[in-house]
C-alpha cells in the first residue's frame, strides 16, 4: 500500500470508529496503574492520527504486563519521520506498523530485524493462514513481521435500482455490463458504475488487482515475483471492459481524475449503482448521517468466475535495535495475535468490532460478536463469503521496488481503460518494469 494509501485509511478509520473514543469509559478497559519502576520500558510508535486511539490499549498492556509501554507519535509525516529517525539511529521504538511495501527496504536497510528466531513465533504462523505467510516475509525467506488489519474489497450495489429493472446482484461480468446497460437505457441511473478509478491513494491499483483475481485463479505475481498477471488472459478483458464501460458512458467521464471523496458521494449520494470498496467505507454508506442511500446499500459476492477480490493490509515490525527483542515479541503478540489469556483482544475489540476490518485470523473473523456486528452493516453471509474468496498478492507487495511499480503502472492502467494507450502494450510495459527491477 502506498504512503498515500495509508492516509487515507487513517481518515476512514477515524470516520469508522467513532464508538473507540469510549472504550475507556465503557468499561472494556481500565485506566493503567502500572509504575514504570524496576520494569522493562518499550515503545510502540504509531502515526498521530490513530496513535491516541490504540491508548486504551496501551494503558491494558501496563495493567497486565510485567513491562512499561510508551508511545512515539511522530507529529509530522509518519513513513519519512520514521526512516529519518533510522537513518539516524536515533530509534526510540520498538515496535511499529508497516505498510505493504516497506518492509523489504527497511530490512535491507537493517532497521527492522527477523523474528523467526524468537520464542513463540512458530505457534503464532501456524495460526495464519498459509496465504498470508508470504506477505510477512522478505526476499530471504525471513519473516519480519505479524499482521496488524486485513481489509478485502466489497462489491456493494443499490438494491432500489436493481429492484426498478427487475434485476438481481450480476454473478457474472458480462452480466453486470449488461446490467449497466439497461439501467442506463431504462433511465434509472445515467452512469450506473461509480469505481475508483482515480489515481488517489493508487486505488485504480486496487480495482484492477481485484477485478482480475475475481476471473483468475492464477497468482498475480509469480513465484519469481515476475508480473505474472500481466501475461494472464484476464488482464487484457478487464480493460476491454473498462474500455467498455467508459466509451458507453456507463461510469462518470471524469472518472480516472475525480477525488476519493467524490466518488464515494457519487455512490452515498445515489448517483450510481455498483461499486467496490472496503469495509469502514461500507459502513460509511450504511450510515445514514453519510450517505442518503444507506437503506438501499447491500453487499454480494464479486462477479466473476472465482468472485475474490484483493486482500491487503499493514503489519508489526520490529526495530532492529530494540533492547528487549523477546519482551517487544510480547508487544508485537498483543497488538498482532493474542493476549496473555490466550484471546485475540486487540484484533477482535478495536478492528473487527470498532472499525468493521477483518484480520489474519479466522477465528476472529468468524467469532459470533464479531458476525453479529458486522451483520449490522452488511449481509453477513455475503460478507463472509466474500472474505473467503479474497487472496493477498503476496511477497510482491514487501519488494522494494513495488511503489515505483504501481506509481508507473497506474497512469498506464488508466490510459489503457480510457482507450489512449494499446493494452498489449501497456501490459507489456508493465511486465518488463517489474522484470527489470528483479533482474538488476
Not at 530471504?140 to 446482484?169: K, M, Q, S, W
Not at 500481466?230 to 461510469?251: H, I, M, N, Y
Not at 438501499?296 to 535495535?321: L, S, Y
Request: aromatic share 12%; glycine share 8%; net charge negative.
Amino acid at each position: 500500500m502506498s504512503t498515500s494509501c495509508r492516509r487515507l485509511d487513517r481518515r476512514r478509520f477515524l470516520g469508522a470508529a467513532g464508538a473507540t473514543a469510549g472504550l475507556a469509559a465503557s468499561g472494556r478497559l481500565a485506566p493503567s496503574r502500572a509504575a514504570a519502576q524496576d520494569k522493562i520500558e518499550l515503545a510502540l510508535r504509531h502515526d498521530v492520527a490513530i496513535g491516541p486511539l490504540l491508548e486504551p490499549y496501551v494503558q491494558d498492556f501496563n495493567n497486565r504486563y510485567p513491562y512499561q509501554l510508551n508511545t512515539s507519535y511522530p507529529p509530522q509525516d509518519y513513513v519519512a519521520t520514521t526512516q529519518t529517525q533510522f537513518a539516524g539511529g536515533s530509534v526510540d521504538f520498538d515496535v511499529l506498523f508497516a505498510d505493504e511495501g516497506l518492509t523489504q527496504r527497511w530490512y535491507d536497510n537493517g532497521w527492522i530485524r527477523k523474528i523467526d528466531d524468537l520464542p513463540g513465533v512458530a505457534e503464532v504462523l501456524a495460526d495464519i493462514p498459509a496465504d498470508l505467510q508470504s506477505s510477512l516475509k522478505v526476499a530471504d525467506g525471513a519473516t519480519v513481521a505479524l499482521p496488524y488489519y486485513r481489509g478485502f474489497e466489497i462489491f456493494v450495489y443499490n438494491a432500489a435500482h436493481l429492484d426498478a429493472i427487475g434485476a438481481t446482484p450480476p454473478k457474472t461480468w458480462d452480466e453486470f455490463l449488461e446490467t449497466c446497460r439497461k439501467l442506463k437505457a431504462d433511465k434509472v441511473i445515467d452512469t450506473p458504475y461509480s469505481p475508483f478509478w482515480t489515481a488517489d491513494f493508487g486505488l485504480i491499483w486496487y480495482e484492477f488487482m481485484s477485478e482480475m483475481i475475481s476471473e483468475s485463479t492464477n497468482p498475480m505475481f509469480g513465484e519469481d515475483l515476475s508480473a505474472a498477471f500481466a501475461s494472464d488472459p484476464v488482464a487484457t478483458t478487464t480493460l476491454q471492459r473498462w474500455r467498455t464501460l467508459f466509451e458507453e458512458g456507463l461510469v462518470p467521464q471524469d472518472i480516472f481524475t475525480t477525488p476519493y471523496g467524490d466518488i464515494v458521494n457519487i455512490f452515498g449520494g445515489g448517483r450510481g449503482t455498483f461499486t467496490m470498496r472496503y469495509a469502514p467505507q461500507v459502513v460509511g454508506w450504511r450510515d445514514p448521517e453519510q450517505s442518503t442511500v444507506a437503506d438501499k446499500v447491500r453487499n454480494a459476492v464479486c462477479p466473476g468466475a472465482t468472485g475474490g477480490t484483493i486482500n491487503f493490509g499493514a503489519n508489526w515490525v520490529m526495530a532492529a535495535e530494540t533492547e528487549h527483542p523477546n519482551e517487544a515479541f510480547d508487544l508485537m503478540k498483543y497488538f498482532g495475535w493474542k493476549d496473555l489469556n490466550g484471546e485475540y483482544y486487540f484484533c477482535k475489540n478495536f478492528l473487527a468490532l470498532d472499525l468493521g476490518l477483518s484480520s489474519a485470523y479466522e477465528a476472529v473473523n468468524n467469532d459470533p460478536e464479531v458476525q453479529a456486528a458486522w451483520g449490522k452493516w452488511a449481509d453477513i453471509a455475503q460478507l463472509t463469503d466474500q472474505l473467503g474468496r479474497s487472496r493477498s498478492l503476496g511477497m510482491a507487495v514487501n519488494q522494494v521496488w513495488y511503489r515505483d511499480l504501481t506509481d508507473m503502472g497506474i497512469p498506464l492502467v488508466q490510459d489503457m481503460a480510457r482507450g489512449a494507450k494499446d493494452i498489449a502494450e501497456g501490459l507489456q510495459e508493465i511486465a518488463d518494469f517489474v522484470q527489470s527491477k528483479i533482474s538488476a
